[in-house]
């Protein structure tokens, strides 16, 4: 079955700095790889989504980079900022919507 | 306007009971899902629904049973809740096959069974 892990529970980083989110996905192969963000009591909101024929996807601070032979999806958040803090999860797309494990987030000021 | 919206947002019941959670989306989405999310906070698929398919995780529990009276709505019925479905769920819709499924969520249902 598919398995899909996002890279450390927790990650705090100073204000500034860039935040790096790490998904990896086995025995399964997305035709899109989704980013949501969850603040605490609400739904995922969707943020980015590369398809696997692209390397890299950008929005503002935003940047994704998908790497279907890895199997692999890097999440950047460049010049972070406490309003960034929250819970991100990855999903990794094709018949069926699977979401990562989860990382949260804290930017420290 | 919501574009996803469940009812009831809290739900406190009793073990042995049946409930039922509301779902409807006015984006004119063609396929609507139920997540569970568990104190660990996983995300879990349980449904997926278009008028043309049901997908049902395998895990999920046949007290659990999913009802779409119409493409705008997908309600989740839940028979002889135990203690072990207290969670919260989240009921989400996307366009699938028109620019990616980025899926809407709505904001979610806790359910307590006591």
């Known amino acids: 079955s598919q398995k899909i892990e996002q890279n450390s529970e927790a990650l705090n980083i100073q204000e500034g700095k860039t935040a790096t989110l790490t998904c990896n996905y086995t025995n399964y192969s997305p035709a899109y790889l989704q980013w949501y963000r969850q603040d605490p009591g609400r739904g995922p909101v969707f943020l980015l989504l590369i398809r696997e024929n692209e390397k890299e996807k950008r929005k503002e601070r935003l940047k994704v980079t998908f790497d279907t032979t890895l199997k692999q999806s890097l999440f950047h958040i460049t010049a972070s900022q406490p309003a960034d803090s929250a819970t991100y999860l990855c999903a990794p797309t094709g018949n069926q919507f699977y979401f990562g494990t989860g990382t949260s987030l804290t930017v420290i000021p | 306007d919501t574009a996803v919206s469940q009812t009831p947002k809290y739900l406190v019941t009793q073990m042995g009971n049946d409930k039922s959670i509301k779902c409807e989306q006015n984006l004119g989405h063609d396929t609507m899902y139920w997540y569970k999310q568990d104190s660990k906070k996983f995300l879990k698929i349980m449904f997926s629904y278009n008028n043309k398919e049901l997908i049902i995780n395998e895990t999920v529990p046949n007290r659990f049973s999913p009802k779409s009276p119409d493409k705008a709505h997908l309600n989740l019925h839940i028979n002889s809740l135990e203690l072990g479905d207290s969670a919260v769920y989240f009921c989400?819709?996307?366009?699938?096959?028109?620019?990616?499924?980025?899926?809407?969520f709505g904001q979610g249902t806790r359910l307590t069974v006591v």
């Open positions: 989400a819709s996307s366009l699938l096959g028109a620019g990616g499924p980025e899926a809407f």
